[in-house]
C-alpha cells in the first residue's frame, strides 16, 4: 500500500475532505499575509512610523490572525471526523471479515494477534487520518504559499534558501522505508504481547495451580524487552530525522543572512522586505518539521493498514453456492458419502461412509484425534468436506442455505462457550425472539433452574467473562439449555456432560433422554454410560471407521470397542 491508496481509501469522505481542505486553504492563505504584513509594519510603522498605517496594520493583523484560527478549527475539526468515520468503518469490515470465517481460519491464527489488528493497527491509522494528514495537507498548502512569499519577495534569495532541499529529500526516502519495516515489526511485537496476556489471564488458574506465574511473567518479560529494543531502533530513525532537518535549516539561515545582508547594503533590498522574507522562512521551519514527521507518522499507518489488508485478503469465509435453496426439517436421513478432509495438507477422515436415519441417536467413539469433533464439525459447514459429499434428505449441504441448515442444529461443546452477560441472555443466544417462559422452561429440562433461581438476581445474573462465576457443570448445564431452547432437529454433544457431577449427569440423562426423543442426535463422550443406549455406534481410529454396531453388538464383535470398554471398566459389562 502506498500514499496514494491511503487517499484512494478516503474518498467516500468526501464532502468532509472538501470542507477541510477549503479550511486549510484559509490556514495557507492568512499565514501568507501575515508573513507579508511585516514588512509594512517594518517599513511604514517603525521605519517612516506612519500613523495611518498603524490602525490599518493593526485590523489588519487582528483580521488575519482571527481568520487563521476560524479555519483551524474546521480543518481540524472535519478531518478528525474523517479519521473517526474512517476507522469506525474499517474496523467494523475488519471484524464481520474475521467473524464469519472458517474454524481454520482461527486454527492459524492467534487471538492476541487478530485483537492487535482490530483494535491497535486501526488506531494507529486514526491517528495518522486526524491528525497526521491534516498536517501534511494543511502544512503542504501553507508551504506552497510561503515560498511564493519568499519567490514574490525576492527569488534569488529563495533559490538560495531552498539550495539545499534536494539534499534533503533523499535521506527521507530512506528513513519511510526503514521506519515502515520497523513499524510493522513493532505491531507484531505487540501481538505477541497481548497472546501472552490473553492466554495467562484466562488460564490463571492452571497458572496459579502449577505455580507457573514466574515463568510466565518470564516469556512476557521477554517479549517486552524485544519490544523496546524494536521502539529504540523505531526511535533512532526518527529522532535523528529532526536534528538532521535543523542542521539544514541553520546551513540554509546562514547562506541567506550572508547574502540577504550584501543585497541590503546594495540597496536592492529593503529592510522590510529581508525581515518578510526572514519571517516566511522562519514559519517554513514548522511545516517542514511537521511534513517531516508526517512521513514517520504515515508510515507506521501504512505498516498497520498492511498487517489489517492482510486479513482481509485472506478469504476462507463458507459462502452459500449460487443458487443455493432452503433447506427443510429433517424427516428422512443424514448420509455420508465417501467423505474424506484435510487441514491444508494433513488428512483428518478417510473415505468416511455413513447413513443416519432421522430420530437415531449415534455416538461417535475413538482415541483422542480420531476424527470425531472434525466429523460432527462438517455437518453444520464449519468446515466443509475435501472430498465426497454429506446430505441432508437427498440435499447436498453446498446446495442449501448456510442459515436454513444452521438453523436446525443445537451445539453443546466440551469447552463451554458463554458470554460476559446475563443468564437468560447466554440460554437465549442463538434464539433472541424467546420469551421468559420459554427460557426457564429449557433452563428446568437442563436441570439448570434450581441453581440460578439461588443466584442474586436470578436469571438476570451476570456470569462474568466466559462464565467464571460458575462451577463447570452449571456451564454446561446453560450451554445444554441453550441447545435445548433452540429446538433443533439435529443435536450435536461434544463431551457436553464431562464436567458434571454424577447425580447431575444421571439427571441430564433422563432430561437428554426425553429431549433426543424423535431427534437426530450425535454424541460424542469417553463415558460409556453416556452412550450405551445410542441407536447406533461409530467407533472411528486415524480418521477411519472400525466398526459400526449397537453397545452389546461391539461387545460381542471383540473389537476396538470392547478393548475401549474393558479399559475405562476393567471388566465387561454385558
Same mark, same amino acid.
Given at each position: 500500500?502506498?500514499?496514494?491508496?491511503?487517499?484512494?481509501?478516503?474518498?467516500? #469522505?468526501?464532502?468532509?475532505?472538501?470542507?477541510?481542505?477549503?479550511?486549510?486553504?484559509?490556514?495557507?492563505?492568512?499565514?501568507?499575509?501575515?508573513?507579508?504584513?511585516?514588512?509594512?509594519?517594518?517599513?511604514?510603522?517603525?521605519?517612516?512610523?506612519?500613523?495611518?498605517?498603524?490602525?490599518?496594520?493593526?485590523?489588519?493583523?487582528?483580521?488575519?490572525?482571527?481568520?487563521?484560527?476560524?479555519?483551524?478549527?474546521?480543518? !481540524?475539526?472535519?478531518?478528525?471526523?474523517?479519521?473517526?468515520?474512517?476507522? *469506525?468503518?474499517?474496523?467494523?469490515?475488519? #471484524?464481520?471479515?474475521?467473524?464469519?470465517q472458517?474454524?481454520?481460519?482461527?486454527?492459524?491464527?492467534?487471538?492476541?494477534?487478530?485483537?492487535?489488528?482490530?483494535?491497535?493497527?486501526?488506531?494507529?491509522?486514526?491517528?495518522?487520518?486526524? *491528525?497526521?494528514?491534516?498536517?501534511?495537507?494543511?502544512?503542504?498548502?501553507?508551504?506552497?504559499?510561503?515560498?511564493?512569499?519568499?519567490?514574490?519577495?525576492?527569488?534569488?534569495?529563495?533559490?538560495?534558501?531552498?539550495?539545499?532541499?534536494?539534499?534533503?529529500?533523499?535521506?527521507?526516502t530512506?528513513?519511510?522505508?526503514?521506519?515502515r519495516?520497523?513499524?510493522?515489526?513493532?505491531?507484531?511485537?505487540?501481538?505477541?504481547?497481548?497472546?501472552?496476556?490473553?492466554?495467562?489471564?484466562?488460564?490463571?488458574?492452571?497458572?496459579?495451580?502449577?505455580?507457573?506465574?514466574?515463568?510466565?511473567?518470564?516469556?512476557?518479560?521477554?517479549?517486552?524487552?524485544?519490544?523496546?529494543?524494536?521502539?529504540?531502533?523505531?526511535?533512532?530513525?526518527?529522532?535523528?530525522?529532526?536534528?538532521?532537518?535543523?542542521?539544514?535549516?541553520?546551513?540554509?539561515?546562514?547562506?541567506?543572512?550572508?547574502?540577504?545582508?550584501?543585497q541590503?547594503?546594495?540597496?536592492?533590498?529593503?529592510?522590510?522586505?529581508?525581515?518578510?522574507?526572514?519571517?516566511? %522562512?522562519?514559519?517554513?521551519?514548522?511545516?517542514?518539521?511537521?511534513?517531516?514527521?508526517?512521513?514517520?507518522?504515515?508510515?507506521q499507518?501504512?505498516?498497520?493498514?498492511?498487517r489489517?489488508?492482510?486479513?482481509?485478503?485472506?478469504?476462507?469465509?463458507?459462502?452459500?453456492?449460487?443458487?443455493?435453496?432452503?433447506?427443510?426439517?429433517?424427516?428422512?436421513?443424514?448420509?455420508?458419502?465417501?467423505?474424506?478432509?484435510?487441514?491444508?495438507?494433513?488428512?483428518?477422515?478417510?473415505?468416511?461412509s455413513?447413513?443416519?436415519?432421522?430420530?437415531?441417536?449415534?455416538?461417535?467413539?475413538?482415541?483422542?484425534?480420531?476424527?470425531?469433533?472434525?466429523?460432527?464439525?462438517?455437518?453444520?459447514?464449519?468446515?466443509d468436506?475435501?472430498?465426497?459429499?454429506?446430505?441432508?434428505?437427498?440435499?447436498?449441504?453446498?446446495?442449501?442455505?448456510?442459515? !436454513?441448515?444452521?438453523?436446525?442444529?443445537g451445539?453443546?461443546?466440551?469447552?463451554?462457550?458463554?458470554?460476559?452477560?446475563?443468564?437468560?441472555?447466554?440460554?437465549?443466544?442463538?434464539?433472541?425472539?424467546?420469551?421468559?417462559?420459554q427460557?426457564?422452561?429449557?433452563?428446568?429440562?437442563?436441570?439448570?433452574?434450581?441453581?440460578?433461581?439461588?443466584m442474586?438476581?436470578? #436469571?438476570?445474573?451476570?456470569?462474568?467473562?466466559?462464565?467464571?462465576? %460458575? !462451577?463447570?457443570?452449571?456451564?454446561?448445564?446453560?450451554?445444554?439449555?441453550?441447545?435445548?431452547?433452540?429446538?433443533?432437529?439435529?443435536?450435536i454433544?461434544?463431551?457436553?456432560? !464431562?464436567?458434571?457431577d454424577?447425580?447431575?449427569?444421571?439427571?441430564?440423562?433422563?432430561?437428554?433422554?426425553?429431549?433426543?426423543?424423535?431427534?437426530?442426535?450425535?454424541?460424542?463422550a469417553?463415558?460409556?454410560?453416556?452412550?450405551?443406549?445410542?441407536?447406533?455406534?461409530?467407533?472411528?481410529?486415524?480418521?477411519?471407521?472400525?466398526?459400526?454396531?449397537?453397545?452389546?453388538?461391539?461387545?460381542?464383535?471383540?473389537?476396538?470397542?470392547?478393548?475401549?470398554?474393558?479399559?475405562?471398566?476393567?471388566?465387561?459389562?454385558?
Amino acid at each position: 500500500m502506498n500514499l496514494r491508496t491511503a487517499f484512494e481509501l478516503l474518498k467516500p #469522505y468526501r464532502r468532509q475532505w472538501l470542507i477541510a481542505i477549503g479550511s486549510m486553504l484559509g490556514v495557507a492563505f492568512f499565514t501568507a499575509q501575515l508573513t507579508l504584513l511585516v514588512k509594512q509594519i517594518l517599513d511604514d510603522i517603525l521605519i517612516q512610523t506612519k500613523p495611518e498605517a498603524l490602525l490599518r496594520v493593526s485590523i489588519l493583523l487582528l483580521l488575519f490572525y482571527v481568520g487563521k484560527g476560524i479555519f483551524s478549527f474546521f480543518s !481540524s475539526y472535519f478531518m478528525t471526523a474523517v479519521g473517526l468515520e474512517f476507522v *469506525r468503518n474499517l474496523r467494523n469490515k475488519l #471484524y464481520n471479515h474475521i467473524i464469519y470465517q472458517s474454524l481454520s481460519f482461527f486454527s492459524d491464527r492467534r487471538t492476541g494477534e487478530l485483537s492487535t489488528r482490530v483494535i491497535s493497527d486501526t488506531e494507529r491509522i486514526q491517528d495518522a487520518i486526524s *491528525r497526521t494528514i491534516s498536517d501534511l495537507v494543511k502544512e503542504g498548502f501553507t508551504l506552497v504559499g510561503l515560498l511564493f512569499v519568499i519567490f514574490y519577495l525576492d527569488w534569488k534569495l529563495a533559490l538560495i534558501s531552498l539550495l539545499l532541499f534536494p539534499v534533503v529529500v533523499y535521506p527521507i526516502t530512506r528513513f519511510s522505508a526503514r521506519l515502515r519495516t520497523l513499524s510493522r515489526k513493532a505491531q507484531e511485537r505487540i501481538g505477541k504481547l497481548s497472546q501472552i496476556l490473553f492466554e495467562t489471564i484466562t488460564s490463571s488458574r492452571i497458572v496459579q495451580a502449577y505455580q507457573m506465574e514466574k515463568n510466565e511473567a518470564a516469556k512476557f518479560q521477554h517479549e517486552s524487552e524485544k519490544l523496546l529494543q524494536q521502539g529504540l531502533r523505531s526511535s533512532r530513525v526518527v529522532s535523528f530525522s529532526s536534528p538532521f532537518m535543523e542542521v539544514l535549516s541553520g546551513v540554509a539561515a546562514v547562506l541567506v543572512m550572508w547574502y540577504g545582508s550584501r543585497q541590503i547594503q546594495a540597496g536592492l533590498l529593503t529592510a522590510g522586505d529581508f525581515t518578510a522574507f526572514l519571517t516566511a %522562512l522562519f514559519f517554513m521551519y514548522t511545516p517542514v518539521k511537521k511534513l517531516s514527521k508526517a512521513n514517520q507518522s504515515i508510515q507506521q499507518a501504512l505498516a498497520s493498514y498492511t498487517r489489517i489488508d492482510e486479513v482481509l485478503q485472506h478469504d476462507s469465509r463458507i459462502l452459500d453456492f449460487a443458487g443455493a435453496r432452503s433447506l427443510s426439517r429433517l424427516s428422512q436421513q443424514i448420509e455420508f458419502q465417501s467423505v474424506s478432509f484435510r487441514y491444508e495438507e494433513i488428512p483428518v477422515l478417510h473415505e468416511i461412509s455413513i447413513e443416519i436415519r432421522a430420530g437415531e441417536v449415534v455416538a461417535l467413539v475413538g482415541p483422542s484425534g480420531a476424527g470425531k469433533t472434525t466429523l460432527v464439525n462438517l455437518i453444520p459447514r464449519l468446515y466443509d468436506v475435501t472430498e465426497g459429499r454429506i446430505l441432508i434428505d437427498g440435499n447436498d449441504l453446498r446446495e442449501v442455505t448456510l442459515s !436454513s441448515l444452521r438453523a436446525q442444529i443445537g451445539l453443546v461443546t466440551q469447552e463451554t462457550v458463554l458470554f460476559d452477560d446475563t443468564v437468560a441472555a447466554n440460554i437465549a443466544y442463538g434464539t433472541p425472539n424467546a420469551g421468559a417462559a420459554q427460557i426457564e422452561e429449557a433452563a428446568h429440562s437442563s436441570y439448570a433452574h434450581d441453581f440460578i433461581t439461588r443466584m442474586p438476581e436470578g #436469571y438476570h445474573t451476570k456470569i462474568g467473562e466466559r462464565g467464571h462465576r %460458575l !462451577s463447570g457443570g452449571q456451564r454446561q448445564r446453560l450451554a445444554l439449555a441453550r441447545a435445548i431452547l433452540r429446538n433443533p432437529a439435529i443435536l450435536i454433544l461434544d463431551e457436553a456432560t !464431562s464436567e458434571l457431577d454424577a447425580e447431575s449427569e444421571i439427571a441430564i440423562q433422563k432430561a437428554l433422554a426425553e429431549f433426543t426423543l424423535h431427534r437426530t442426535t450425535f454424541i460424542i463422550a469417553h463415558r460409556f454410560s453416556t452412550i450405551r443406549k445410542a441407536d447406533k455406534i461409530i467407533v472411528l481410529e486415524k480418521g477411519r471407521i472400525q466398526e459400526i454396531g449397537t453397545h452389546e453388538d461391539l461387545l460381542d464383535s471383540k473389537g476396538l470397542y470392547r478393548k475401549f470398554h474393558e479399559l475405562q471398566y476393567g471388566i465387561l459389562d454385558i
